[in-house]
């Protein structure tokens, strides 16, 4: 039984990134850039209006501006500004030679065709040409994940096709006798597969579409056969159940026979003592308990940072660091615990009701989860802990 620390620094040692490929960018969301990305062109372009009102000179604010022409957004100004003159200018629109300060529309009048205005003071409310970006600033780095806020960078730089890293193959096998489909109605003894449905969303929720293989039976050819399948062209391979101790877990034995070199079988972690690991060349395995919670909690600690380094990123999730709106205390404390919790109105830490890693319905009003460490029994109210959002 080892760490969860040391098996995150195997799983890291172990890391590998996949080949790149070059996709338009608005199909780039919850990917990984796999170059680095610079401005073609000045941001702004050119000097332009801030507001929608009057270009003009600054010195010649205390007169009477004659107008000269209307500059909407798009087109280019034909007059220069004068001594008391002005043009009319609307926001976006390129600022006239001469001028050095739009004067917004509310802050004047007009009186026999001129222009007045009737403020004390202005700023000068022009974006300057390349106040944002110069040609050949670098605006995205090489490794930045996608989101929405890094669509629009894009956009604007007109970097239409980009390199990113390629997504991992990843499928996933449900195991036991004891397991039907969620359309089925279980007889006695069974139970719903809810494992291989968690662990597809827990993947969609990262961009990757999972390859379902099935539910592999108890016994040494089920599982062989959907192993083989399973290893067919996916980088990674994603089990649940059939990694304990039990008396028809075949799984480990068949993962030597098929080459893959078991690196951790057992972790000092509640849930998820019984997780697996092992890795092929280029191909990877886990083996997730059978408990949904264990499986989903793992997904969240080991799988998901794994995935993101094969495609080029370094996932470190920002925790938020609240107070515990209560006691919490665990009998046992021989394994780091992971607790599902919420954040109350007063934003303090409650830890959710939760009967064990069974006890998926736990997570339905989770926010989050904490953590109590190896020895530590008691986490007291007011104590502030790490509360790692899901």
Do not use: W
Not at 83 to 106: K, L
């Amino acid at each position: 039984m080892i760490l969860q620390e040391e098996a995150i620094e195997i799983i890291n040692q172990s890391a590998l990134k996949l080949g790149a490929e070059f996709i338009h960018f608005q199909n780039s969301l919850g990917r990984v850039l796999g170059e680095n990305v610079y401005s073609d062109m000045d941001m702004p372009p050119f000097n332009k209006s801030a507001v929608d009102g009057y270009a003009c000179r600054k010195q010649d604010l205390s007169y009477d501006l004659e107008l000269l022409e209307v500059i909407p957004a798009g087109v280019a100004p034909t007059k220069q500004i004068g001594p008391n003159q002005c043009s009319q200018i609307m926001t976006g629109a390129a600022v006239p030679e001469g001028a050095d300060t739009i004067i917004m529309v509310e802050h004047t009048e007009t009186n026999d065709g001129k222009i007045r205005f009737i403020q004390s003071k202005t700023n000068p409310n022009i974006c300057a040409i390349a106040e944002d970006l110069k040609e050949g600033d670098l605006v995205l780095e090489i490794g930045t994940l996608i989101k929405a806020q890094q669509i629009p960078i894009l956009a604007s730089v007109g970097k239409t096709f980009i390199r990113v890293y390629r997504q991992p193959k990843v499928a996933v096998i449900s195991t036991g006798d004891e397991l039907v489909e969620p359309q089925e109605t279980p007889q006695v003894s069974q139970i719903r597969n809810s494992n291989a449905a968690q662990i597809m969303a827990q993947l969609q929720q990262l961009g990757i579409t999972g390859r379902y293989i099935g539910i592999a039976k108890d016994s040494p050819e089920s599982t062989r056969k959907m192993l083989e399948e399973a290893l067919d062209s996916s980088d990674m391979v994603l089990l649940t159940g059939g990694v304990s101790m039990g008396e028809f877990d075949f799984v480990p034995e068949i993962l030597e026979e098929k080459g893959i070199e078991i690196l951790f079988k057992s972790l000092a972690v509640q849930p998820g003592r019984p997780t697996v690991f092992g890795k092929k060349d280029k191909q990877f395995f886990f083996g997730l308990p059978g408990n949904p919670v264990s499986s989903f909690v793992q997904f969240e600690l080991l799988v998901k940072p794994l995935i993101y380094k094969m495609m080029g990123s370094n996932f470190k999730p920002l925790p938020l660091k609240l107070p515990m709106g209560v006691e919490f205390n665990r009998k046992k404390a021989k394994r780091k615990s992971y607790i599902p919790i919420y954040i109350n109105k007063n934003g303090e830490v409650m830890p959710v009701e939760y009967n064990g890693s069974a006890h998926i319905h736990s997570y339905v009003k989770a926010d989050g989860m904490i953590y109590i460490n190896i020895g530590e029994t008691t986490l007291q109210k007011g104590q502030l802990v790490n509360v790692r959002q899901i």
